[in-house]
């Protein structure tokens, strides 16, 4: 007899998107609905964590609805609930652990919470019938620069994040610095197709010879200085600055940030022998950080298998809570109706 499929909505408000989703057995996205508020927070060049929150609450049902119409299921036919409940912004993740719990107990369906980043890490993993052991993961965000040793979607260690800035917030500043719209790290790409990414030598910092750790403040006070003066005290340059000049700092930022990514993934890789890398995140819808991390892969010797995430699954989606909740689901991993939002995780 053929097995029921497991349908579980998937609700994520960890930051500045409202998004929900409903996937079968894990895999099978039967509807991904994302409300991004770009535009909410663009005149700020960041998010503001209060207009985050309310707009999340504006949107978060209607949102649900939507996930649920177009994948065509009603609450009998949903077998479990999972939120984002850590790590991200206290009060945008609330909203969405809120609105879980509260369909949980009306439904009275199972509620399901899931880390952010390990859901990153999962819509890499989307498309992979198998996973070949060991695994190393990149999970480039907004918000967090990770390596993790993966062996299962559930069994993740984590060897090494960033000690400052992350690397999609060193896009976003560097964008604010050359004065681009938020969010700052597709326009940075666009921008840098047009520059030479040698033209501007910026630092590249490494950590030490056996550090997994990433440290991207530097790098973005350097493009700061190259931009203003040494210590602040000259004019701001953006302004007069050619197109060119600002496509050439673009590309050479951009090459710096991917060279460490791309270095520490290699010696993350070669430490424990990995076959296979997962790239995910919302920096992993780079196309340059794409292609070298592919590179690095083909050209290690014996080659290792790269899963990259999908781009639309880089950035933040539901699809990727609904689908990693599956496997907590088969494992009866289940989270009680007191659960809380944790900014750390
Ligand atoms: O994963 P995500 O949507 O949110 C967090 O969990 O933080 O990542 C958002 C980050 C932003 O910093 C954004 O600038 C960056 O991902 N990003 C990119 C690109 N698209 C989004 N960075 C570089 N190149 C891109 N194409
Ligand atoms: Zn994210």
Known sequence: ???????????????????????????????????????????????????????????IYPIIREAMEQAGVGRDEIDAVAVANQPGLTIALVVGVTAAKT??????????????????????????????????????????????????PLELRLLGSTIDDAAGEAFDKVATILKLPYPGGPNIERLAKQGNPKAVSFPRSMLGRDSLDFSFSGLKTAVLYHCRGQDMQGQDRVGSMSEQEIADIAASFQAAVIDVLVKKTKRAA????????????????????????????????????????????????????????????????????????????
């Open 1 to 59: 007899m053929e097995q029921k499929s497991v349908n579980i909505l998937g609700i994520e408000t960890s930051c500045d998107e409202t998004a929900a989703a409903i996937v079968a057995d894990g895999r099978e996205v039967r509807s991904s609905v994302v409300a991004s508020q770009n535009a909410l927070h663009e005149k700020y060049g960041g998010v503001v964590p209060e207009i985050a929150s309310r707009a999340h609450i504006e949107k």
């Open 103 to 152: 369909l949980s107990f009306m439904w009275g369906k199972p509620l399901i919470a899931i880390n952010h980043l390990h859901a990153h890490l999962q819509s890499a993993m989307l498309s992979a019938e198998t996973l070949e052991l060991p695994a190393i993961a990149l999970i480039v965000s907004g918000g967090h620069t990770c390596l993790y040793e993966a062996n299962s």
């Open 270 to 345: 070669e430490k424990i022998h990995a076959k296979t890398v997962l790239l995910g995140g919302g920096v992993a819808a780079n196309g340059t950080l794409r292609e070298a991390v592919r590179k690095m892969c083909e050209t290690s010797r014996p080659p290792r298998r790269l899963l990259v995430a999908p781009k639309q699954y880089c950035t933040d989606n539901a699809v990727m809570v609904a689908s990693l909740a599956y496997y907590k689901y088969r494992a009866g991993l289940f989270a009680p109706l007191t659960l809380e939002p944790s900014s750390t995780g």
